[in-house]
T-cell receptor, first 114, second 113 residues
Framework: DQQVKQNSPSLSVQEGRISILNCDYTNSMFDYFLWYKKYPAEGPTFLISISSIKDKNEDGRFTVFLNKSAKHLSLHIVPSQPGDSAVYFCAGEKNTGIASKLTFGTGTRLQVTL | DVKVTQSSRYLVKRTGEKVFLECVQDMDHENMFWYRQDPGLGLRLIYFSYDVKMKEKGDIPEGYSVSREKKERFSLILESASTNQTSMYLC????????????FGQGTRLTVV
C-alpha cells in the first residue's frame, strides 16, 4: 500500500524557469509533509516542510503547497538552478506517540538544463 | 554540525554471510531509523528504534534485525545475506516531541554476490 505517491519519475526544466514537483497521499493521518533532496551517493537532506493544518509554506526559492481535499502537495522551485538537479522525495510524517515515522514517496528526478 | 555517520560507503558480501551495518549519531536523538532505497521504490523503512534497546518493525523487516545498545548507535543486521538485499541502505535519526526533521547518513551501498 503506497501511502505517498510521486507519479512523475523525472522532470526536466530550463534554468531560470519554475520547477513543480507533485506528490499525492492516501493517509489523512499525517501530521506533516516534508520534502527531501538527494544527490547521488549521498543521504537525503531536508528541504522544506508543511504542517497538515497549513496550505502553504515558503522558504526562499522553495514553496510547498498543500491541498488537503485533493490529498495533494506540490513543491515549487523558482527560479530553478543547475544545482537543483537531484532526486526529490516527498514524505508524510506521523507521530505515533512513540516516534515520528516518515513514509516516503518513490522520488522524482529533476534535471535543470542550461 | 549535526552528523549521522554510517561505517561503510560500499560493501560487497557473499550470499549467506551475516552482515552488520553500523550507524552513529552525535545529536543525542532518541529515534533512529534504517531505510533502504531501491530504484522506483523510494525509501522504505526497515526498522526503527525510539529508545535504547527498544525497536519496532517498519514496512519491510523480513530478513533483517537491529540492535541498539547505546543511544548513539543503531546497527542493522542481515542474518543471512541474499542477492535481493543488494541495495542502498540509509540510516537516519530524529528527536522526539512535536515536529522534527530526520537527518540522514551518507548511505551504504551493499552488494550481495
Amino acid at each position: 500500500d503506497q501511502q505517498v505517491k510521486q507519479n512523475s519519475p523525472s522532470l526536466s526544466v530550463q534554468e531560470g524557469r519554475i520547477s513543480i514537483l507533485n506528490c499525492d497521499y492516501t493517509n489523512s493521518m499525517f501530521d506533516y509533509f516534508l520534502w527531501y533532496k538527494k544527490y547521488p551517493a549521498e543521504g537525503p537532506t531536508f528541504l522544506i516542510s508543511i504542517s497538515s493544518i497549513k496550505d502553504k509554506n515558503e522558504d526562499g526559492r522553495f514553496t510547498v503547497f498543500l491541498n488537503k481535499s485533493a490529498k495533494h502537495l506540490s513543491l515549487h522551485i523558482v527560479p530553478s538552478q543547475p544545482g537543483d538537479s537531484a532526486v526529490y522525495f516527498c514524505a508524510g510524517e506521523k507521530n505515533t506517540g512513540i516516534a515520528s515515522k516518515l513514509t516516503f514517496g518513490t522520488g522524482t528526478r529533476l534535471q535543470v538544463t542550461l | 554540525d549535526v552528523k549521522v555517520t554510517q561505517s561503510s560507503r560500499y560493501l560487497v558480501k557473499r550470499t549467506g554471510e551475516k552482515v552488520f551495518l553500523e550507524c552513529v549519531q552525535d545529536m543525542d536523538h532518541e529515534n533512529m531509523f534504517w531505510y533502504r532505497q531501491d530504484p522506483g521504490l523510494g525509501l522504505r523503512l526497515i526498522y526503527f528504534s525510539y529508545d535504547v534497546k527498544m525497536k519496532e518493525k517498519g514496512d519491510i523487516p523480513e530478513g533483517y534485525s537491529v540492535s541498539r545498545e547505546k543511544k548513539e548507535r543503531f546497527s542493522l543486521i542481515l542474518e543471512s545475506a541474499s542477492t535481493n538485499q543488494t541495495s542502498m541502505y540509509l540510516c537516519a535519526s530524529s528527536s522526539t516531541g512535536g515536529y522534527t526533521e530526520a537527518f540522514f547518513g551518507q548511505g551504504t551501498r551493499l552488494t550481495v554476490v
